[in-house]
Nanobody, 124 residues
Framework: QVQLVESGGGLVQAGGSLRLSCTAS????????MGWFRQAPGKERELVAG????????NYTDSVKRRFAISGDNAKNTIYLQKNSLKHEDTAVYYC?????????????????WGQGTQVTVSS
């Protein structure tokens, strides 16, 4: 089991930037894929960005490509989500998750551990 703690959410104006952090403990960091999901009110949870265990494969949902960047720091057991050019529609609770496998997947069922979530609100 992996324990995940997110930080970095908050209120930001449209066009601004935020960086989310997720620190993992438990299983050996880097031995599983990880992802950032988000869930807006009344909507399903969706994968925003995912990174494979070795960082070689990265996926983004279309709506955040060229605006968001996922990265990892093995020395700190932490992954990040750098979010630039934020839009009102990026408002959601963002969750960090650890996959049960090595790769990148968009299915919530493939992630066995979840953080508590951090609220991101983008004012228009």
């Amino acid at each position: 089991q992996v324990q995940l703690v997110e930080s970095g959410g908050g209120l930001v104006q449209a066009g601004g930037s935020l960086r989310l952090s997720c620190t993992a403990s438990g299983r050996t960091f880097g031995s599983y894929g990880m992802g950032w999901f988000r869930q807006a009110p009344g909507k399903e949870r969706e994968l925003v960005a995912g990174i494979s265990w070795n960082g070689f494969r990265i996926n983004y949902t279309d709506s955040v490509k060229r605006r968001f960047a996922i990265s990892g720091d093995n020395a700190k057991n932490t992954i990040y989500l750098q979010k630039n050019s934020l839009k009102h529609e990026d408002t959601a609770v963002y969750y960090c998750a650890a996959s049960t496998g090595l790769g990148v997947t968009s299915r919530t069922a493939d992630f066995g551990s979840w953080g508590q979530g951090t609220q991101v609100t983008v004012s228009s």
